[in-house]
């Protein structure tokens, strides 16, 4: 199919834009980034500066905390699918051509603004995340956790005393910190913090072929695509005993063929942590080697606009005739509405069916 083909697929959705829950007139190109791994999604948004809109001040004096809703309508009739709902942090005004730019993130900016020196060692992971959200006013949907968080901080001394930088890290920071401790995934979807564990064994909801997409790049990093070990050591002041827990992913079907190419050794990761079982270690290596293991095999593509993916999506690309047809995990997706050029979005992914992970014995 060619590119002409392709854009015959773009389609001209309806965009809304409220602020504060009131429309913005003149909106016409907004970009929405959805992101995975504790990163915020971000916004861009493009207007003609016009005349007040139902008792709204000109948006050259939307006051600081403006709530912004994204919203597209892909249907003949009056619905719309809300992209996101964020705060600006910058607004750009160009005074010739009357062209507005509101730039900003999801509400995980209030998080993210926000310093803190406080520990809560005696709290859980779950009773922190659901102080900081409901402190701020969002929503918590957060998985019960049972581990008092002093335990991630090293020896007897807290993370804040610890922590030399602790005087700039932000709440955001800490959620973070504590979501990698209980390998638990941290994002915000309008106004509710989300706060549990990884998703592991999603369901793959959509099948992609090349035909279907109008780029499509195929990346492989060669320093990863053969085994990849992280050992984490630790050590039980409880019962005196050292821990060691080795992890190891295997790329399947590499080895007959990367043995005749001379293939690199295993490549080895080391992480030190205090106070863990050996459960604990085992469950922290599994997860940091997950994550080394995504950024051996990655495709970028765009496509047609759609609403079905999201930046926790699992999909198969199928039609390659190469190892690259496999299930993917997306990473982020861009997606961008246009009265010039439809609605598009560009998806970053990488695979997750070509490797295996063991327990090692070294």
């Not at 099948?207 to 039980?236: C, E, M």
């Not at 050292?242 to 399947?252: K, N």
């Not at 922290?284 to 926790?312: K, S, W, Y």
Request: overall charge neutral; aromatic content about 8%; glycine content about 6%.
């Amino acid at each position: 199919m060619s590119s002409n083909d392709h854009a015959s697929l773009v389609r001209y959705p309806r965009l809304q834009v409220l602020a504060d829950g009131e429309p913005l007139n003149g909106a016409f190109e907004a970009r929405v980034v959805s992101n995975n791994y504790y990163m915020p999604d971000r916004f861009s948004l493009r207007l003609l500066r016009g005349s007040l809109t139902n008792g709204l001040p000109d948006y050259l004096q939307l006051p600081e905390a403006t709530a912004f809703s994204i919203s597209a309508g892909v249907d003949s009739g009056a619905s719309f699918t809300c992209l996101i709902v964020g705060r600006g942090d910058s607004l750009s005004c160009d005074y010739v051509s009357r062209g507005i730019r509101i730039d900003g993130r999801d509400l995980s900016a209030v998080l993210q603004d926000t310093p803190t020196n406080d520990v809560f060692s005696n709290r859980t992971s779950s009773e922190i995340a659901t102080i900081l959200a409901e402190r701020h006013g969002l929503i918590p949907v957060v998985m019960p956790t049972a581990t008092l968080a002093g335990r991630y901080y090293h020896g007897d001394t807290n993370q804040g005393a610890h922590n030399q930088f602790s005087r700039t890290s932000t709440e955001w920071d800490l959620l973070v910190f504590l979501a990698r401790c209980e390998c638990f995934d941290i994002f915000v979807v309008g106004s509710a913090l989300y706060f549990q564990p990884i998703a592991q064994g999603l369901g793959v909801s959509t099948v992609l072929r090349p035909s279907d997409l109008i780029t499509l790049k195929l990346r492989r990093r060669l320093r990863l695509s053969g085994d990849i070990a992280v050992t984490v050591r630790s050590w039980s002041s409880k019962q005196s005993i050292a821990i060691t827990q080795t992890v190891v992913s295997q790329r399947l079907g590499y080895a007959s063929v990367a043995g005749s190419l001379g293939a690199s050794p295993t490549q080895h990761y080391y992480l030190v942590q205090p106070n863990l079982s050996a459960s604990d270690a085992e469950r922290i290596a599994q997860n940091r080697v997950e994550e080394l293991a995504r950024h051996e095999q990655c495709i970028d593509f765009t496509m047609p606009g759609e609403q079905t993916l999201t930046a926790r999506s699992r999909f198969f690309l199928q039609g390659t005739d190469s190892d690259f047809d496999q299930i993917y995990q997306v990473d982020s997706i861009e997606r961008t509405i246009s009265s010039s050029s439809g609605f598009v979005q560009r998806v970053s992914a990488h695979s997750i069916s070509t490797r295996q992970t063991i327990l090692s014995p070294f």
